[in-house]
């Protein structure tokens, strides 16, 4: 029986993917072999001896502590793209308040009294505060063209605007997918010059914390509306604040209130609700659950971000999973111990990723404590189980 701990709100249709006769879910359990989560931070979290493997219903993983996990030889997957529509679709939620001046507008309508003549009267008096602009012909500079900043640029396309992105590591199915009309930017300063709305999709690390500052805001356009639908801490929000202030930025639209943007005039915020569709829910929750399911069973390794991807079709004999540093001579320390301990390789598949190496190795016959004992005491091996 296969132990799994949820540390959010995982989607039932995913969890249905682990059948109960085989795994036990719930979100207080000793002795976990997987933790499933969203957006609980795990960076103060003792991590059970038994933990296996970590699942990221969602895309970004800064929550984890992704290096820890890689010295306890622990794979992180997560689903990328999973939710990427739900954000796309907020992303262009989130112009179209800014350009309409929506939030305002219906804080206004809300805040109407009198019978309806008098209502009437004052929208027709006072809808002019809230005159907008329209989409078409307007710039849209998107940072970070992977899953959700590929469907951004395409959709804003779709609207009539001019769509300009920046991302110096686009893969190549992502470039595939860019509508050939997205222009390309040399620099984040090169784009930020030159838009009228920017959206971040990238990641939360060093090189993309405060990717918006007060230095940059400066060679701006004025009226710029900034969209964070990514990751508190890309935008300097103090910075774009004062700029707001300032008469420089028109509107910031983001997923992460702060007591310094919750009540801002200019400012929108939501309550981390990008992914908060039910189909993207259910997306994460599946593809993540079939990826843990496959490594927990069969060792096999689809959608991490730490561990190489691996497939070993599973053949007669018993399955070993050995996860070790990526140094010479470590292959050949295991198939010496498996000789040594009377076992013949049936089938055998080695990956490495960076510092961490995993290998697969069907044998003949059972493996049994000694042998693993023995694997395990070589010098760089992390983990080892047989499946
Ligand atoms: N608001 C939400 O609920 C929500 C939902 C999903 C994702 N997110 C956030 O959005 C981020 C992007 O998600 P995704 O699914 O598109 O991820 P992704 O991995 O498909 O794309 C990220 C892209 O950013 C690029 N990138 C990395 N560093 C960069 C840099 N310095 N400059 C320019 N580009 C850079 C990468 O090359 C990659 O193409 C996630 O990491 C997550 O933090 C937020
Ligand atoms: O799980 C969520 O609700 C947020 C997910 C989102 O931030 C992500 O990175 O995928």
């Known amino acids: 029986m296969y132990k799994i701990l949820t540390l959010n709100n995982i989607s039932v249709t995913g969890l249905d993917r682990l059948p109960r006769d085989n795994y036990e879910i719930a979100s207080e359990i000793t002795h976990p072999d997987a933790i499933l989560l969203r957006s609980y931070k795990m960076h103060d979290m003792e991590i059970p001896a038994s933990l296996k493997a970590v699942g990221r219903a969602g895309a970004g993983v800064n929550n984890i502590p992704v290096d820890r996990m890689s010295e306890l030889g622990i794979p992180v997957f997560n689903a990328p793209g999973a939710n990427a529509n739900a954000v796309k679709e907020l992303v262009l939620t989130g112009m179209l308040l800014a350009s309409r001046n929506i939030c305002p507008a219906w804080d206004f309508a809300r805040n109407l009294e009198g019978d309806d003549a008098a209502i009437s009267k004052a929208v027709e008096a006072g809808k002019k505060n809230f005159v907008g602009t329209e989409l078409p012909g307007r710039t849209l500079g998107v940072i970070g063209l992977g899953a959700i900043g590929v469907l951004v640029c395409n959709a804003a396309k779709a609207l009539g605007m001019n769509v300009i992105g920046y991302d110096p590591d686009i893969s190549v199915q992502r ?213």
């Open 175 to 387: 470039a595939w997918q860019l509508s050939s009309d997205v222009q390309s930017a040399s620099s984040v300063d090169d784009l930020l010059s030159r838009v009228d709305y920017v959206s971040f999709h990238v990641p939360l690390i060093d090189a993309t914390k405060h990717m918006i500052n007060a230095d940059r805001l400066k060679n701006m356009k004025d009226g710029v509306v900034i969209l964070n639908f990514a990751r508190n801490g890309i935008v300097d929000d103090e910075a774009v604040v004062k700029a707001i202030d300032a008469g420089k930025v028109g509107g910031y639209v983001c997923d992460f209130p702060s007591n310094l943007l919750k009540n801002h005039d200019k400012v929108v915020t939501l309550p981390h609700m990008g992914a908060s569709t039910r189909e993207a829910e259910e997306n994460c929750a599946i593809m993540v659950a079939d990826q843990v399911r496959e490594f927990l069973e069969n060792g096999n390794v689809h959608n991490s971000v730490n561990f190489p991807e691996v497939f070993m079709p599973r053949s007669d004999g018993q399955r070993l999973a050995v996860v070790n540093a990526n140094v010479p001579k470590m292959l050949g320390q295991i198939s010496t111990v498996l000789a040594d301990t009377g076992h013949n390789i049936i089938d055998m598949l080695n990956k490495s990723r960076g510092e961490l190496a995993y290998t697969l190795v069907d044998v003949e016959g059972e493996v049994d404590q000694d042998c693993l004992d023995q694997i395990r005491a070589i010098e760089g091996v992390l983990a080892v189980r047989t499946l």
